[in-house]
């Protein structure tokens, strides 16, 4: 199950899905960074400007790593 971390001062939420080394971060939309593993799995996702979004958490936790990931990239900032 995902783990959720919000920064109040930064506006991040950040979604830590696994706990395996990040090899690569790459940013996958406006402000949405995703981090990756050596396997190329989904470690972390971090989304700037949190506040701002309209995302239901209660949703993404339901959710697999692969669908968390391609629901976000259609989020923009409201």
Not at 11 to 21: G, M, Q, R, T, V
Not at 31 to 60: F, T
Request: proline residues 1%; without cysteine; charged residues 30%.
């Amino acid at each position: 199950m995902p783990s959720f971390t919000y920064d109040r001062v930064a506006d991040a939420l950040y979604i830590k899905l696994s706990d395996k080394k990040i090899k690569e971060s790459i940013e996958i939309g406006e402000e949405i960074i995703v981090d990756y593993s050596e396997d190329s799995s989904v470690v972390g996702i971090e989304i700037l400007n949190y506040s701002k979004r309209k995302i239901d958490l209660n949703e993404l936790i339901l959710m697999s790593d692969d669908e968390i990931v391609a629901s976000l990239v259609s989020v923009s900032i409201k």
